[in-house]
């Protein structure tokens, strides 16, 4: 059974950072991309951030371009949201999802199979 666990999220002041973390279980985490979404209420699922397979290629939502970084620890399992120059536009659930297997990064929402239950991210101004 396949399991993501999201943590890191919480409460913080514009300008702020915060560090996410998304531990897979149940799969072959290691060659599959990996990306994080968003989704605020009232608004549809955004794309945040993707990272291939090795973690050689990630892409970036472009409201996020430049603040935010996502990497993976394939020994861990674990893939990671670096978050800074946090604004309260970034307010949202954010969510870890496991794509392609070896394949190229993607966008949408309906390349990702697996989904983990979210966490929140609030940002104050």
């Known amino acids: 059974q396949v399991q993501l666990v999201e943590s890191g999220g919480g409460l913080v002041q514009a300008g702020g950072s915060l560090r996410l973390s998304c531990a897979a279980s149940?799969?072959?985490?290691?060659?599959?991309?990996v990306g994080w979404f968003r989704q605020a209420p009232g608004k549809e699922r955004e794309f945040v951030a993707g990272v291939s397979w090795s973690g050689a290629t990630a892409d970036y939502g472009d409201s996020v371009k430049g603040r935010f970084t996502i990497s993976r620890d394939n020994a861990k399992n674990t893939v990671y949201l670096q978050m800074n120059s946090l604004n309260p536009e970034d307010t949202a659930v954010y969510y870890c999802?496991?794509?392609?297997?070896?394949?190229?990064?993607?966008?949408?929402?309906?390349?990702?199979?697996?989904w983990g239950q979210g966490t929140q991210v609030t940002v104050s101004s």
């Open positions: 149940g799969l072959a985490f290691s060659i599959y991309t």
């Open positions: 999802a496991v794509g392609r297997r070896f394949g190229s990064l993607a966008q949408v929402s309906t390349a990702y199979s697996y």
